[in-house]
């Protein structure tokens, strides 16, 4: 009853702004209109006009990330990406979804403008918990009971009429939502905090941080629990630069940690019609033979990529009687004021563009680690958490790869997959034998890294 410290205000029931632990659902949004986790757009320099005149959104961390997956775009929170999504489509539909979760959005879609899409509308702790059931529950929403039973004094008891839940989206779509929300090597750029990035089962979560860091929030969720976390304070002033990926999240972690103490099994069961197709990194698109860095991404089925990369294209130059080939990375015209900023080599006159016919086998190379590579083993996690991936770049041709790890052979994988190796102390050599054939095969140099 301390009115100093607002003592009788329930923080669980107070609107406030959920920032950005409302992208997953606008990222729903998005998957509903045929996208998927590796479409691409812009996060550059953006200007959008509208009645109130020119809106330039910037991201977290001042900085524009050049072409961005929606993967790493929900992944990692970044803000340009989500109002130009939004912006291709209907705001005044994505408003409408809220109503569905009874959100208290009181005003006009335009008042909330693209401002929609980072979470500018305010809502409470308990709305944005509840709304999350979409995503634990395959699509649909289950609207919150704030008791099962009543029991009178005469003993008789009466159990509270309540909403049935709806469904929102198809399992599919919610799915892919969680597919993202689930990544930790996604997360690796937007996370200070290691709980963040590396825990003992899968949790689903997404922070949000509102302006001046008024609010911090979380809302992570398994198969069987949703646990939300805000933190701020009850006039509505700045905190200290706490963010929901700093104050938070450590707070939801150690819940889930007395919530699942045997750390069982947490995965999110893949529906029908779901499957994995390998994709170029940096454009989302079917590799052309160019391509250097590959991700597998899920899709749902029929909305998988049929087009090959446009982004990187092979060139040669003639350096006596020799053919010197090279791949450059070439981005659309919107790219261009990014591409000059992050000093991307472009191929000047010397360089001609060679045919497909013309493209020759490239040698075999290992592209990570790099030779030199150091790292470290956290002795508070758990050492099946701490991985590395080693990856290589080979032909086509090529059928399966051979790692050997201080010359003895590790592992025999598919040319497109990646090896997770847990660290180990100390000094160690990598190298790969490409087999195109048991007659034909090509031997990468090696790499020496060291892990302390």
Not at 63 to 78: D, E, F, Q, T
């Amino acid at each position: 009853y301390n009115r100093d410290d607002d003592g009788q205000v329930n923080g669980a029931l107070s609107l406030r702004q959920p920032g950005s632990s409302l992208k997953p659902f606008f990222y729903a949004y998005i998957f509903s209109k045929g996208h998927s986790p590796s479409d691409v757009i812009g996060d550059i320099e953006t200007h959008i006009p509208s009645h109130r005149g020119d809106y330039s959104p910037l991201n977290y961390d001042q900085k524009y990330h050049g072409p961005v997956s929606i993967r790493n775009a929900l992944a990692c929170s970044y803000n340009i990406p989500a109002v130009k999504w939004l912006y291709r489509y209907d705001q005044e539909e994505y408003y409408r979804l809220f109503k569905k979760f009874h959100f208290p959005l009181k005003r006009h879609p335009e008042f909330y403008g693209l401002g929609l899409a980072l979470g500018t509308a305010e809502i409470t702790l308990l709305q944005l918990a509840n709304a999350y059931t979409l995503f634990a529950n395959k699509g649909y929403f289950i609207p919150y009971r704030d008791m099962e039973e009543i029991t009178l004094a005469s003993g008789k008891k009466i159990s509270p009429a309540f909403s049935p839940k709806e469904r929102i989206f198809d399992e599919r779509i919610i799915y892919l939502v969680n597919h993202i929300l689930t990544d930790r090597s996604a997360r690796l750029k937007a996370f200070p905090d290691l709980r963040g990035v590396i825990y003992p089962f899968d949790i689903a979560f997404k922070t949000g941080t509102s302006k001046d860091y008024r609010d911090a929030w979380v809302v992570g969720y398994t198969k069987d629990y949703i646990v939300a976390v805000w933190l701020g304070n009850f006039k509505g002033k700045s905190m200290q630069k706490i963010t929901g990926g700093v104050g938070a999240i450590p707070i939801m972690y150690d819940i889930f940690l007395e919530l699942n103490p045997d750390q069982k099994n947490t995965v999110f069961p893949k529906p029908e019609g779901i499957i994995k197709v390998q994709v170029c990194a940096l454009s989302g698109l079917l590799p052309n033979g160019s391509c250097s860095h590959f991700v597998e991404e899920v899709y749902i089925q029929g909305y998988e990529p049929k087009k090959m990369c446009s982004f990187h294209k092979r060139f040669y130059k003639t350096a006596g009687h020799k053919k010197i080939f090279k791949t450059f990375t070439i981005l659309p015209a919107e790219y261009e004021k990014w591409v000059y900023e992050h000093n991307i080599e472009k191929p000047d006159k010397e360089w001609l563009p060679v045919k497909k016919e013309e493209i020759v086998m490239e040698p075999v190379r290992i592209i990570f680690p790099d030779d030199g590579d150091k790292f470290r083993i956290d002795p508070h996690i758990p050492r099946e958490f701490q991985k590395i991936d080693f990856k290589a770049k080979v032909p086509e041709q090529v059928k399966y790869i051979e790692w050997y790890l201080d010359n003895h052979l590790w592992q025999k994988v598919d040319r497109w997959q990646e090896c997770k190796w847990t660290l180990q102390q100390g000094n160690h050599s990598i190298h790969c034998i490409a087999v195109i054939d048991p007659h034909n095969t090509m031997t990468s140099d090696s790499v020496n890294i060291f892990v302390q």
